[in-house]
């Protein structure tokens, strides 16, 4: 038997859910399907990432009613130091320095993955209008004039006026759905781990450039920081074999001692690093939201704060839509979100891309040239806070979630 929704969202990760639970929150009847059963995505083994959630993306989580379940173990960042240098070798003197006080707004909070979805989860629990479908893959799409069918892993059919695939980067329904991608691959992968220390992080995130790429250390709550170190292809497996005292030595070197004695506490993960950006991200009835529609280097740490824009714009485009009687799933409705979201993404991948390219290298010119670009930011106020908000990612043209109001 065929069942009715509004909308469909296929991939009930970060990105998916909170779509959900924004359109579940404006009145529309929502399905989510995810081939991961709940406790596998809130399994400590499945994720050790953390994310930097931009403060725009605290305030959508506020109005979302998300945040009540996730503050107590968010770490809010006060400080973000940026320097350049080597394994062993002194930092640049010409660091940068952003100071939420400067800022006037908090620069954001760190929270794990799986808090995240964990919150995510408790939100939804209770939405008589929002159905989580797990484990169930979104296996098929047919797209007619008055609306698509949605084929679930778990034998159900569901018809909705409109389809959103939030299934992440290798997007199976992007595919189903003809839509290419420009994309590469980055010859580094991302190792991430827990660190220990001995000494309080005083809420301050550190991003050190080093030959192989970005070292960032983000402050987690107590004396714990995540460490997500971008290292040569190469060299990455190696590193993920060694026991855990000569890998806390390769931390060590890297690190510094400002937070006195560190040690890695829990798994090791690794990610190779990838760029893409989907050709186009509608069809009739049909979006692509997260990283289904791009994908970035975590450089800046903006890859979920992006997605979480798009589950922001398309919420409030397609609530706009639903309260004026019309169809929420024709390509009218679907362009807006789509001119609204394709500058803003293309922008920020264009400019992590060049970020990584130019600070990802140990080429003496490019180095003197950028320690003094992040010594002249420093000193110059006005670009110091161009800088800081859009850590905050206060910039742009905001949905109304982002601003902290109802969508
Ligand atoms: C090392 C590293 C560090 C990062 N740090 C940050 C950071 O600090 N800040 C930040 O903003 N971003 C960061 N990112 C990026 C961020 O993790 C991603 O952008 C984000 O997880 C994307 O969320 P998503 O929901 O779009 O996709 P995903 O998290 O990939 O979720 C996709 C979901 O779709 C499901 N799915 C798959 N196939 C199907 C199907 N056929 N049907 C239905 N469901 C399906 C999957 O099970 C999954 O639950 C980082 C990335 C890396 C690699």
Not at 163 to 190: C, E, H, K, L
Not at 298 to 323: C, F, H, M, W, Y
């Amino acid at each position: 038997m065929v069942k009715s929704c509004d909308v469909i969202v296929g991939g009930g990760g970060m990105v998916g859910l909170t779509l959900a639970l924004a359109l579940a929150g404006g009145g529309l009847d929502v399905v989510v399907a995810d081939p991961l059963a709940k406790d596998a995505a809130l399994d400590c083994g499945f994720d050790g990432r953390v994310s930097a959630l931009a403060y725009s993306a605290v305030r959508m989580f506020q109005a979302l009613g998300i945040w009540p379940h996730l503050e107590a173990q968010a770490q809010p960042i006060d400080d973000i130091l940026v320097t350049d240098g080597a394994p062993g070798r002194a930092p640049s003197p010409l660091s940068l320095h952003f100071d939420a006080a400067e800022a006037g707004v908090p620069l954001g909070h760190i929270a794990e993955n799986r808090h995240v979805r964990a919150a995510l989860f408790a939100a939804a629990e209770g939405m008589a209008n929002l159905r989580l479908a797990a484990p169930a893959a979104l296996c098929d799409l047919t797209v007619e004039a008055q609306g698509v069918t949605a084929l679930l892993g778990n034998g159900e059919s569901w018809r909705a006026r409109l389809a959103v695939a939030a299934d992440g980067r290798d997007s199976a329904m992007r595919a189903r759905m003809g839509i290419g991608v420009v994309g590469w691959s980055y010859p580094q992968t991302g190792i991430v781990a827990t660190v220990e220390h001995e000494r309080p992080h005083n809420a301050v995130a550190y991003e050190h450039f080093l030959p192989a790429g970005p070292f960032a250390i983000l402050p987690m709550t107590s004396n714990r920081s995540s460490l997500v170190w971008t290292e040569r292809e190469a060299l990455a497996p190696r590193l993920m074999a060694l026991p855990d005292q000569a890998f806390n030595d390769e931390i060590a070197a890297r690190f510094g001692a400002h937070l006195g004695a560190t040690r890695s506490a829990g798994p090791r993960w690794s990610y190779p690093l990838k760029f893409h950006l989907a050709r186009a991200i509608v069809r009739p009835r049909f979006a692509l939201a997260g990283d289904a529609a791009h994908g970035i280097h975590p450089i800046a740490g903006q890859g979920l704060n992006l997605g979480l824009k798009d589950a922001a714009a398309l919420a409030e485009t397609v609530l706009d839509a639903a309260r004026l009687g019309l169809d929420v799933g024709t390509l009218d409705v679907l362009k807006r979100y789509e001119r609204w979201r394709r500058f803003d993404s293309f922008t920020l991948a264009a400019a992590t891309d060049a970020l990584t390219r130019l600070f990802s290298n140990d080429i003496a010119p490019l180095r003197a040239l950028r320690d003094l670009g992040l010594g002249v930011v420093d000193r110059i106020g006005p670009a110091r806070r161009f800088f800081m908000r859009h850590a905050a990612g206060d910039i742009g043209k905001l949905p109304r979630l982002m601003r902290g109001e109802a969508a």
